[in-house]
């Protein structure tokens, strides 16, 4: 058997390396970085909380690196990450974002999770089962498996999915039969296990009378019941053993581009139920446990006031900051990038961030700023139209890092 969940490390060298490589150029921004990892990952969101969060600032100021930055941090800190633009996903029908979530999660790793637990809770330690077997048949081979190893198999099943309140019955049930697939009781057959993963996903492909050979009879997953099931995929991943999951959404400001270069375009419609859907989630969030959600997305999202945020009312009382006071908040759930450079980037740290971007690229013969550069660039930033980062990126002739 694999290590418990507990034990795991969830992150591969490639993750490691780009959280190694990301904080290297935290200079500035690790003031609210270090706070959110402090306050919600290690806290508030491990410990049931749910939030959502929206990341903005002019181009180049680093919207895309914090975002990048906070989903491997959110990995060293054994979350279930999922990480996306909106260029790349319907935003307005939530069925698509459940969907894409749902694909980035691995929900069987999970499920392996809860079936080491279950077999801990029945008295068994599973780093005694050799790997590659199933419970069923470590069972069967010490002549432990009888009709009331079985019954307790069913009951360990039922009460940590059928009982669940946190989880949709129908959800609660695939995810029990699924789990029983991975102990070996009750049996599944590899064909009606991909109905149930594929349905889960919420393939509209697949048939759903071919589930009835199972006794499951499910609706499709659509768009008005998405969020309540990704509130049953959260708390799956949660007792799979990871402290939650955390979702970073980037490019948002797709929603009011008219460049004929993107992938999609939106109506005001599908703009105006995108924003709904936000809306939704926002109402709802308090009812989930163990998620956090951060949006980003170019100011211009905000200034534009006929297709932005401002548009759209019922949205945007939702997530403007009502008090505006002298120093930067970090508590706060609308996070404006630029106020925070303005506050943090002095030329020291702008120093600094060179000499970050010079280290990590040596072969490209990158010098660090020298004081009256840095000066120069904090004092552009401040009625330019290009944020602070980007400006260093650019003056350091093309060092070959996004951030």
Known sequence: MNPDFNDKNYNDDAASSALDSACRLTCGIDFLTDFWKEKYLQEYIKNGGSKIKFITGRSGSGKSHFLRLMTSIAQDEHYKTVRFSAKNIWMHDFRELYKEIFLQCGIMECLEGISRHLIREMGFDPEEIPEGMRFIDYLSENNQFDALTRREIRTQLKHIFLENPMLDNNFALACSMLTGSILGYPVLEEQNKNLLLAWLEGDRTIKLSQLRALDFYPSRITKYNARHMLRSLTEVIHLGGYSGLFIAIDDLEILISRSSLEPVHYTKMKREDTYESIRQLIDDIDS???????????????????????????????????????????????????RLAAQ???????????????????????????????????????????GIPRLIQNIMQEVGIDV
């Open 288 to 338: 989930m446990k163990h998620i956090m959600f951060v949006y980003g997305f170019d100011r211009e999202l905000i200034d534009n006031e006929n297709a932005g945020l401002k548009s759209y009312q019922a949205l945007w009382m939702r997530i403007q900051n009502e008090i505006v006071g002298e120093r930067f908040n970090r508590f706060s759930d609308m996070v404006d990038l630029d």
């Open 344 to 386: 943090e980037y002095t030329p020291d740290v702008i120093i600094s961030i060179s000499k970050s971007l010079a280290e990590l690229q040596k072969n490209m013969q990158a010098a660090p700023l020298d004081l009256e550069t840095a000066v120069e660039i904090a004092a552009q930033a401040r009625t330019g139209a290009i």
